[in-house]
């Protein structure tokens, strides 16, 4: 794992007017491919090997409290962790929130908010997002077994 502040060679930043931003408590796995990425507030986002993601893509760790001493939200923030397994890939527009773990294989559709753990091999859309199918497990596991990555 590498953290965005010691990344070196291999990672991939495109996505035209879609800018990638990603706070100094993300953690990269290898072959990292972005294409317009956000990452907002101080909860740990951790990625896996091989993650893809299309363009206007939105990962928020922080949450105002709205239970504490002001309104509409006090001083203080509530942040959570994002975990991403290995070869995931999220369409364009996905969001996703603080707290949430997304599987090893996992598709997000695009436009979905990921509000839920997703399980390995989900392919999810919808908000809040859901699982309507699974990637086929042995054609995924032959590609993994002869390390066929994009
Ligand atoms: C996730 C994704 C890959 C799935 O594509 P797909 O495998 O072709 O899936 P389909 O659209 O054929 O949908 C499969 C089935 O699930 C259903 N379905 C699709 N999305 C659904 C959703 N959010 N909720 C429930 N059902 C859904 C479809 O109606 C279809 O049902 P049917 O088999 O009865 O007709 C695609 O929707 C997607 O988001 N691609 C990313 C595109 C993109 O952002 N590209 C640019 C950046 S990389």
């Known amino acids: ?10 990672v991939y930043i495109s996505g035209g007017s879609y800018k990638t931003s990603l ?12 294409n317009g990425m956000t ?3 101080n909860g ?8 893809h993601s299309g363009e206007g893509c939105l990962i928020l760790t922080s949450n105002h409290n709205y239970n504490g001493n002001a309104l509409p939200y006090d001083e203080t923030n509530i942040d959570k962790d994002v975990i991403i397994g290995n070869n995931v890939w999220f369409g364009d527009r996905v ?17 979905a ?3 839920k753990d ?5 392919i999810a859309g919808g908000n809040p997002a859901q699982v309507f199918k699974y990637r086929d497990k042995e ?4 590609l993994l077994e002869k390390g066929l990555f994009h």
């Open 118 to 122: 997703i399980p390995d091999l989900g």
């Open 1 to 10: 794992m590498r953290s965005v502040k010691s990344h070196y060679g291999g």
């Open 44 to 51: 740990r986002v951790v990625f896996g090997d091989n993650f």
């Open 23 to 34: 706070s100094s408590k993300t953690e990269l796995g290898l072959n990292p491919n972005f």
């Open 139 to 142: 054609h995924y596991y032959s």
């Open 95 to 111: 969001i996703v929130m603080g707290g949430v773990k997304i599987g090893d294989g996992c598709i997000i559709q695009a436009g």
């Open 113 to 115: 908010v990921v509000v």
């Open 39 to 41: 990452i907002k507030g």
